[in-house]
């Protein structure tokens, strides 16, 4: 922690000393807006009204940031969520659906969060342009979706993409490509915000570029700037105008999350005829998720707790699976008009997350960043459904590309469903070690994706390929220690094996 970061902590925490507090925190925020006023200043004359909101933006979280102590929630008033806060799917699928669907899918608009780079994965340019199953990449599965449902009920759902300044040119390029299908398609840009020294608490950059050298410098504050984001964009209104009044958001990596017929029927038309205004899918934890941010009552309200937010004591009670059992999914359905009344209001409260990076050179920053559910206290008439784990289905990581690109899921019309030949439906957990973790490694070590209906559990670490037509079955490990090499023959069957050593398969 730098030396000032310390002293303001300091002031923070001693009772009695707000005075001395709020000195310094004027200090750093004049500090601030004097920086701030000399990157504005570079700014060329049609880059002058975005810039100015974005900036203005981050001043606000800023401000934010310098007033909040501590761990922001009181571990003492967390509770357990009602029962009837947190509806199991089951009795919302029970329903059915109306005869109307289409007109209730008609006030609908889909919103993907598409400010991801696919860096993580080893590729350049957007995540959501990575191809996943079959050459289709996130966003042709998405624009398919969307268009199979306008196709079958002749409606008009449009698909809105929040963009980030690091996907938004590459996104624009792609979506030539889709002006023939029966999909509107808008785009939003996220705000572009400073990072900032951790020593100084200053912005690193000194002008308004964000090219070359520069990119460093800025960064997407999160997903919780969509509600800003979209309001100031003028779209919420276009599309509120239009009689849209839902929106489904989602990750754009997300491939189980498509439009549910039965959500959106319980919110257009609800049993009690009280309108939710804030819908959270959350579903059953697994060892896996112990970290995924929890649905609590705190203070008579839902509220979402992340793992940040924990006092370090109770982290350990946090990620317990029997005392909080569901996590986010990051699947929201909001109501378009409680989105436009509470930013008028300047009323959506959401935590702030400090998120520490070094950059390429060693320099230590932070950026301030805020999530999209974390508004759900600020709405009216929230509700969880505990959805089925299929409608969360994220690809993060290569292992997870495996499983969706193998014959555990079919594709149709854009949707991948579990196959039907898989006699239990849980996933498999597949662990592939470091020489995979590049999708173009990833595609190199394996000349077909194995048979993968009847695995339980697969770990590969090391030099490892596999042929085609091999099939895992069981609990496999296939380890190559550093030096070794071992190539899996093409047809090989393996099931509960260990595989180590080296194993070398060469033409002659």
């Given at each position: 922690m730098s030396a000032l970061l310390q002293d303001f902590s300091k002031a923070m925490s001693q009772a009695g000393s707000s005075q001395f507090q709020e000195v310094i925190r004027q200090e750093l925020e004049y500090s601030m807006k004097v920086e701030l006023d000399k990157i504005l200043a570079t700014a060329h004359s049609n880059e002058i009204e975005h810039t100015k909101k974005d900036l203005e933006g981050f001043k606000k979280l800023f401000h934010r940031f310098l007033q909040e102590k501590g761990p922001s929630v009181d571990w003492g008033k967390i509770q357990r969520p009602p029962e009837d806060s947190i509806q199991p799917y089951e009795k919302i699928k029970a329903r059915g659906l109306p005869d109307n669907i289409a007109s209730v899918l008609n006030k609908l608009v889909v919103v993907k969060l598409n400010?991801?780079?696919?860096?993580?994965?080893?590729?350049?340019?957007?995540?959501?342009?990575?191809?996943?199953?079959n050459e289709n990449t996130f966003l042709d599965l998405t624009v398919q979706q969307i268009e199979h449902l306008n196709k079958s009920y002749n409606t008009d759902v449009p698909l809105?993409?929040?963009?980030?300044?690091?996907?938004?040119?590459?996104?624009k390029k792609i979506l030539q490509k889709y002006s023939h299908s029966r999909v509107k398609i808008y785009t939003?840009?996220?705000?572009?915000?400073p990072r900032i020294n951790k020593e100084t608490l200053l912005p690193i950059a000194k002008d308004v570029s964000y090219s070359g050298e520069n990119t460093e410098c800025w960064y997407p504050p999160g997903h919780g700037d969509i509600y800003a984001s979209f309001y100031n964009s003028g779209l919420l209104d276009n599309l509120i105008a239009e009689g849209k009044e839902y929106i489904f958001v989602s990750n754009i990596d997300n491939l189980g999350a498509t439009v549910d017929l039965y959500i959106l029927n319980h919110l257009m038309n609800p049993p009690n005829g009280k309108r939710c205004e804030f819908v959270m899918e959350v579903t059953n934890k697994t060892r896996a998720d112990v970290k995924g941010g929890t649905l609590t009552q705190y203070e008579n309200k839902l509220r979402l707790v992340e793992i940040a937010q924990v006092p370090k004591a109770h982290v350990d009670e946090f990620k317990s699976v029997s005392k909080f059992k569901i996590f986010n999914t990051n699947n929201l359905w909001i109501a378009l008009s409680a989105i436009k009344r509470l930013q008028e209001k300047n009323a959506i409260d959401m935590e702030i997350i400090v998120n520490p990076k070094t950059l390429d050179g060693g320099l230590n920053v932070i950026q301030l960043e805020t999530a999209v559910g974390a508004a759900i206290k600020s709405f009216e008439n929230s509700l969880g459904i505990n959805v089925p784990r299929s409608r969360f289905l994220p690809v993060k990581t290569t292992s997870d590309l495996l499983l969706v690109m193998s014959n555990l899921y079919s594709l149709n019309a854009g949707s991948l469903t579990m196959s039907e030949k898989r006699e239990f439906p849980t996933?498999?957990?597949?662990?592939?070690?470091?020489?995979?973790?590049?999708?173009?490694?990833?595609?190199?070590?394996?000349?077909?994706?194995?048979?993968?209906?009847e695995l339980d559990h697969l770990?590969?670490?090391?030099?490892?390929?596999?042929?085609?037509?091999?099939?895992l079955k069981g609990t496999v490990i296939i380890i190559a220690n550093h030096g070794d090499r071992i190539d899996i023959p093409a047809g090989a069957l393996l099931e509960n094996k260990i595989v180590s050593g080296n194993l070398r398969i060469l033409d002659h």
């Open positions: 400010g991801g780079l696919g860096t993580s994965m080893g590729c350049k340019g957007p995540k959501s342009l990575i191809g996943v199953r809105v993409l929040m963009n980030s300044f690091n996907t938004d040119d590459d996104t939003f840009n996220q705000s572009r915000y996933v498999p957990l597949v662990k592939l070690g470091s020489s995979f973790t590049k999708v173009q490694d990833y595609l190199r070590r394996f000349e077909s994706i194995p048979d993968m209906l770990t590969v670490s090391g030099d490892v390929t596999f042929g085609k037509n091999v099939s």
